[in-house]
Structures are given as C-alpha cells and as structure tokens.
C-alpha cells in the first residue's frame, strides 16, 4: 500500500496534468490526493482513467483557490467520510490488512 498526495496548484493546465499522469506511472500509488486544484470537480474526476485509477473523488475549488481530488483503485476500499473544502477523510482497507483513517487537507493561505 502506498499513497501520494500533492498540491498540485491547478490543474487547468496541461502540463500540470501531464505531470501528475508522470507521478501516478512512476510511483503507481493504491491512492492519489491532489491538493489546491482550482477547477470544478468534474475535471479532477474525469483524469481518473488516465492516471490509471478505477474511482475517484473531488470537491470543487472555491474560485482560483482550493478544491481537493481522491483517487483509488477496486483493489482498495475507500469509504469517504464527511467532507468539506478544505478536507477528505476516508477509512481505507486494502485486502487483510486492519483498515485506517486518510485524510487529505489544503490548508490555504493566510486569509482563509
């Protein structure tokens, strides 16, 4: 089991997203969290195939700030938690193994 998380600072770009594909091949993460991906949910939700994952996750940006994405395989069981902005918690179990608490934050800047 691996997980990666990183604040990706927008994903509205291509070369951003062309790099996160990179990341997702070179360490082939059970889980993925991008972090301060300033777009709509359903764009962080539609990368889910070609960063090789079968399900995904996203809370939209609140304007060019914020928004958070999940990504996991069917090899993994993710249960999302409540949720907010600024957070996703999830319980993971992946095969045997006791099952544990993710949670993925964007703390934002000074004046959020």
Known sequence: MSCLSWNCRGLGNAATVKELRELAKKFAPSVLCVLE??????????????????????????????????FWNNETKLNLLPYSQYHIDAIITEGSNDPWRLTCVYGGGADQ
């Open 37 to 70: 991906t300033q777009v709509h949910k359903s764009r962080v939700e539609g990368l889910k195939s070609s960063l090789g994952f079968d399900n995904s996750f996203a809370v939209s940006s609140s304007g060019r700030s914020s928004g958070l994405g999940i």
